[in-house]
C-alpha cells in the first residue's frame, strides 16, 4: 500500500452493487466513522451490461475482471464470504490527506491485509497488456 497520511476505522453501514446511468456496473460500501461522518468507498467503472455492446465498460471479453478483483477484495477485508454480509463489520481506512480525503485503501480490522482497487487495478490491466 502506498503511505497513506490518515488511518481511522469505519464499520460498514451498507453496500450497493448495481449498474449508474443504466450501463456502467459498479459497486460501494458506505461507512460510517465515530465522529458521525459517513462516506463512500467505491464507484469504479466495473465493467457494464452486457446487453449494449456500444459501450467501452460492456466489452468483457476484452477486459480483466475489474469487478470480480474489487469484490473479493472488499469481502476478504471486512472478514466474510457473502456482500450481503458485510453491513456491520469493522474495517480500517486508508485516506489521502486528513479525515475528510479520498479513501485509497481499506484494511482489515486486526490483520495486515490490505486492499487498495487503484493499485490492484493497475497490476491487471498491466498483466493483461502482456497476455
Not at 497520511?5 to 449508474?20: H, K, M, P
Not at 468483457?60 to 472488499?74: I, K, P, S, Y
Not at 490527506?97 to 481499506?106: S, V
Request: proline share 3%.
Amino acid at each position: 500500500m502506498s503511505a497513506p497520511r490518515y488511518v481511522c476505522n469505519a464499520e460498514i453501514t451498507s453496500v450497493s452493487l448495481g449498474f449508474e446511468r443504466d450501463f456502467i456496473l459498479t459497486a460501494y460500501l458506505y461507512l460510517a466513522f465515530g465522529d458521525g461522518f459517513e462516506q463512500g468507498f467505491g464507484g469504479y467503472a466495473l465493467g457494464g451490461s452486457p446487453f449494449d455492446t456500444t459501450a467501452a465498460v460492456a466489452r468483457h471479453h476484452q477486459q480483466t475482471n475489474l469487478l470480480a478483483d474489487f469484490v473479493g477484495g472488499c469481502l476478504r477485508i471486512a472478514g466474510v464470504d457473502h456482500w450481503d454480509k458485510m453491513p456491520g463489520r469493522v474495517i480500517r481506512v486508508a485516506k489521502e490527506r486528513d479525515q475528510f480525503g479520498l479513501i485509497m485503501a481499506i484494511g482489515h480490522a486486526t490483520k495486515d491485509l490490505w486492499y487498495e482497487p487503484e493499485q490492484r487495478f493497475a497490476a491487471l490491466v498491466a498483466a493483461a497488456g502482456a497476455a
